[in-house]
C-alpha cells in the first residue's frame, strides 16, 4: 500500500522539476496516468523503466522513478528540439503550459539513446489520460496562486525583468543564487558546480569552481544575463530557467507567484525591506559603542524624533522628559547641561534598546533607522546610507558567528511590570503565570494562538498554573506542555472529549524528559487533588487539571 500523501508526492515532483527545468504538472500528470510500476516502497511509478546503463534496482522507488522520469522528460524535450521543434512547437504561451502535441509525443514513449546516461525508458500510455491529469494538476496550482487566465504576457515580461537585472544587481548572496540557479537552468546543468564550471571555463575538479571568487562569478553572471534577450526562443527550460530567477530574486513561495507578480511589475529593483537585517543590527550594536559624543546624540535623537513622528528636536527632548531650554541657552549652567545630556543618553539608550522588539516594518520606522544610520556615520545621502547597509549584509552573511560583523544574538525586550492580576487584556506572553512560577502564558496559550476568551479561562489558567507549580517543584524537572488552553473549535479539530478541561483552561498535557506517564502518575496520584490521566497509546505523556474532585483514569 502505498504510504505518500499527495503533498509528498508533490514535493517530489516540485525538487525535480526545479532542477532539471521542466514543468512540474508533467511529472504529477506520469504518475495518474501509469500507475506503474509497482515499486518496492509500496508506491507505483511513473511508467520509468531500466535503459542503457540505469538497471532496474534504480528506478525502484517512487524517489527515484520521479528523478528519471525528469531526466527523461528533459530528453524527449532535447531529442525533439534537436528534430527542429520551435518553442512554440513545445509550449502554449497562451495556456502556460506544455502543448498538446509536446503531451502525444510524452505519451507515445521512449526509449533514449545509447548516449544518454541520465534517461531511463519511459512506457507508452493513453494520451488523452495523460493531457487529462495534467491539466489538472497545473489548474491546481494555478487556482492556488491565483494565475491570470491568459499567459501570453509572461514571455515579454521575463525579457523585461532580465533586462534590469544588471542594474539592480547588489552582490548580495541571495541575488547571486538567483543569476547562478537561472544560468544553471538554462545550460541544463545538474548541479551548481557544473554550472559554475560551466560559466568560468574550467572543469569541476579546480578548485576554484567549489570555492569561487565572488567578484568573479558575478562578472561572469551578469555578461551571461546580459546576452539572454537574443538567443531567447521560447524553448520551456529557457522560461523555466527566467521564472526561477524571478522566484529567488523576489524570494518567493512558487513558480506560479513569480509569474503573478510579473503581471504587475517587472522591475528587479530590491524592495527597501531586504536592509532591515542590517538595520536592526547596527541598533543592536548602538549601545556597546555609544560615547555620548553630540554627533551620536543627534543622530539618537532624530531616530526617536522620526519613530515617534514628533515635529521638531525640542518636541523629541520634551519627550524624552528634558528641558529643551537646557540646550538651546546661550550661556548654559556646565552642571545643568551634563546632567541633562545624562538624562537624554539614559532616555535614548533605553529607547534604542527596545527598537528590535518593537520594529513593525513601518515604512515610518524604516527611515527613522536609515536616518539614524546615515547621521552616525556621517553620511550626505540616503543613497549612500543604503549602500553601506547593503556592504553590511555582505558582511554578515560571509562572516563567522562569533566574529565583530556576525549578525548579533537578539536580546529579548525587558518585560512589563506584571499586573496586580491577569486579565484577557494585560497578558504577557513571556511572563510566568504565577510569581516566579515555571509556567509561562506562551506555554498556556500555544505561543499566543490560543488567548484566553474571557476573565473565566484567564482565572482557570492561573488556577492550574498554581497547582502544576506543586507538582513540578515535586517532580523536580521541567514539565515539557504539548496542550493547554484549547478553543472548543481547535479541541474538536484534535478529537478532544467534548466536556475536556482544556476548553475550560484548567488541564494540562504534558511530559518530563527521562520519565514516563507511569512514573510521573505514581508520583502525583497519592496527594494530586484533581484529574490525573495517562495513555496507552503514548506512554510518556501526562494529563493533569484542576476539577474540584480526585478523578483517575487510563486513555
Known amino acids: 500500500m502505498a504510504d505518500l500523501t499527495p503533498d509528498q508526492r508533490n514535493y517530489y515532483y516540485l525538487n525535480e522539476s526545479a532542477r532539471t527545468g521542466i514543468h512540474k504538472s508533467i511529472l504529477a500528470a506520469l504518475y495518474a496516468a501509469h500507475g506503474s510500476p509497482n515499486l518496492t516502497d509500496g508506491e507505483t511509478g511513473l511508467g520509468i523503466s531500466a535503459a542503457n546503463r540505469i538497471p532496474p534496482d534504480q528506478v525502484n522507488t517512487f524517489s527515484e522513478q520521479v528523478q528519471y522520469a525528469a531526466n527523461t522528460i528533459r530528453s524527449i524535450t532535447d531529442k525533439l528540439t534537436a528534430q527542429g521543434w520551435k518553442g512554440s512547437d513545445l509550449w502554449s504561451n497562451d495556456l502556460g503550459r506544455y502543448s498538446d502535441r509536446f503531451v502525444q509525443s510524452v505519451a507515445e514513449g521512449y526509449a533514449p539513446p545509447a548516449n544518454d546516461l541520465a534517461a531511463a525508458r519511459l512506457e507508452?500510455?493513453?494520451?488523452?489520460?495523460?493531457?487529462?491529469?495534467?491539466?489538472?494538476?497545473?489548474?491546481?496550482?494555478?487556482?492556488?496562486?491565483?494565475?491570470?487566465?491568459?499567459?501570453?504576457?509572461?514571455?515579454?515580461?521575463?525579457?523585461?525583468?532580465?533586462?534590469?537585472?544588471?542594474?539592480?544587481?547588489?552582490?548580495?548572496?541571495?541575488?547571486?543564487?538567483?543569476?547562478?540557479?537561472?544560468?544553471?537552468?538554462?545550460?541544463?546543468?545538474?548541479?551548481?558546480?557544473?554550472?559554475?564550471?560551466?560559466?568560468?571555463?574550467?572543469?569541476?575538479?579546480?578548485?576554484?569552481?567549489?570555492?569561487?571568487?565572488?567578484?568573479?562569478?558575478?562578472?561572469?553572471?551578469?555578461?551571461?544575463?546580459?546576452?539572454?534577450?537574443?538567443?531567447?526562443?521560447?524553448?520551456?527550460?529557457?522560461?523555466?530557467?527566467?521564472?526561477?530567477?524571478?522566484?529567488?530574486?523576489?524570494?518567493?513561495?512558487?513558480?506560479?507567484?513569480?509569474?503573478?507578480?510579473?503581471?504587475?511589475?517587472?522591475?528587479?529593483?530590491?524592495?527597501?525591506?531586504?536592509?532591515?537585517?542590517?538595520?536592526?543590527?547596527?541598533?543592536?550594536?548602538?549601545?556597546?559603542?555609544?560615547?555620548?559624543?553630540?554627533?551620536?546624540?543627534?543622530?539618537?535623537?532624530?531616530?526617536?524624533?522620526?519613530?515617534?513622528?514628533?515635529?521638531?528636536?525640542?518636541?523629541?527632548?520634551?519627550?524624552?522628559?528634558?528641558?529643551?531650554?537646557?540646550?538651546?541657552?546661550?550661556?548654559?549652567?556646565?552642571?545643568?547641561?551634563?546632567?541633562?545630556?545624562?538624562?537624554?543618553?539614559?532616555?535614548?539608550?533605553?529607547?534604542?534598546?527596545?527598537?528590535?522588539?518593537?520594529?513593525?516594518?513601518?515604512?515610518?520606522?524604516?527611515?527613522?533607522?536609515?536616518?539614524?544610520?546615515?547621521?552616525?556615520?556621517?553620511?550626505?545621502?540616503?543613497?549612500?546610507?543604503?549602500?553601506?547597509?547593503?556592504?553590511?549584509?555582505?558582511?554578515?552573511?560571509?562572516?563567522?558567528?562569533?566574529?565583530?560583523?556576525?549578525?548579533?544574538?537578539?536580546?529579548?525586550?525587558?518585560?512589563?511590570?506584571?499586573?496586580?492580576?491577569?486579565?484577557?487584556?494585560?497578558?504577557?506572553?513571556?511572563?510566568?503565570?504565577?510569581?516566579?512560577?515555571?509556567?509561562?502564558?506562551?506555554?498556556?496559550?500555544?505561543?499566543g494562538t490560543r488567548m484566553p476568551p474571557n476573565q473565566a479561562t484567564v482565572d482557570a489558567v492561573v488556577r492550574i498554573a498554581r497547582m502544576a507549580q506543586q507538582a513540578r517543584d515535586r517532580i523536580g524537572r521541567p514539565f515539557r506542555i504539548t496542550s493547554w488552553y484549547r478553543p472548543p473549535d481547535i479541541n474538536r479539530r484534535v478529537g478532544g472529549a467534548s466536556q475536556s478541561r482544556h476548553i475550560v483552561g484548567d488541564a494540562i498535557d504534558f511530559y518530563v524528559d527521562g520519565l514516563t506517564g507511569n512514573q510521573l502518575y505514581q508520583a502525583l496520584d497519592p496527594w494530586w487533588p484533581g484529574g490525573l490521566g495517562r495513555y496507552n497509546t503514548f506512554p510518556n505523556l501526562s494529563h493533569i487539571d484542576a476539577r474540584n474532585y480526585r478523578a483517575r483514569w487510563r486513555h
Open 124 to 447: 507508452p500510455t493513453n494520451s488523452q489520460k495523460l493531457l487529462q491529469a495534467y491539466i489538472e494538476d497545473l489548474t491546481l496550482d494555478y487556482r492556488a496562486d491565483g494565475l491570470p487566465q491568459n499567459l501570453s504576457f509572461l514571455d515579454s515580461a521575463l525579457l523585461r525583468f532580465v533586462e534590469r537585472l544588471p542594474r539592480y544587481y547588489n552582490g548580495l548572496p541571495y541575488q547571486r543564487d538567483a543569476l547562478l540557479e537561472g544560468a544553471r537552468l538554462w545550460r541544463k546543468s545538474d548541479t551548481r558546480e557544473m554550472a559554475i564550471a560551466s560559466l568560468l571555463n574550467k572543469p569541476v575538479s579546480d578548485p576554484t569552481v567549489s570555492s569561487p571568487d565572488d567578484a568573479a562569478l558575478d562578472r561572469v553572471l551578469l555578461q551571461f544575463f546580459q546576452q539572454v534577450s537574443p538567443y531567447y526562443s521560447g524553448y520551456p527550460h529557457q522560461r523555466e530557467a527566467l521564472l526561477r530567477v524571478v522566484q529567488l530574486w523576489r524570494q518567493l513561495d512558487s513558480r506560479e507567484e513569480s509569474i503573478t507578480s510579473l503581471k504587475e511589475n517587472t522591475s528587479a529593483e530590491a524592495k527597501i525591506d531586504v536592509v532591515d537585517p542590517a538595520l536592526v543590527a547596527f541598533v543592536q550594536r548602538i549601545p556597546q559603542f555609544y560615547q555620548g559624543k553630540g554627533d551620536q546624540r543627534q543622530a539618537l535623537t532624530e531616530a526617536f524624533r522620526l519613530w515617534r513622528g514628533l515635529d521638531s528636536r525640542s518636541s523629541a527632548l520634551s519627550a524624552l522628559g528634558v528641558n529643551p531650554q537646557v540646550f538651546a541657552s546661550s550661556n548654559p549652567d556646565p552642571n545643568a547641561l551634563a546632567n541633562t545630556a545624562a538624562q537624554v543618553d539614559r532616555q535614548l539608550l533605553e529607547f534604542i534598546k527596545r527598537v528590535p522588539a518593537n520594529y513593525k516594518e513601518s515604512n515610518d520606522q524604516r527611515e527613522a533607522l536609515i536616518r539614524l544610520v546615515q547621521i552616525w556615520r556621517g553620511l550626505d545621502a540616503r543613497d549612500k546610507t543604503l549602500q553601506t547597509l547593503l556592504d553590511d549584509l555582505r558582511k554578515m552573511d560571509r562572516a563567522r558567528r562569533d566574529s565583530p560583523e556576525a549578525v548579533p544574538k537578539p536580546e529579548p525586550a525587558p518585560l512589563p511590570a506584571r499586573p496586580a492580576k491577569w486579565t484577557p487584556r494585560n497578558i504577557q506572553l513571556f511572563a510566568s503565570i504565577v510569581p516566579n512560577g515555571s509556567f509561562t502564558w506562551a506555554e498556556a496559550t500555544h505561543g
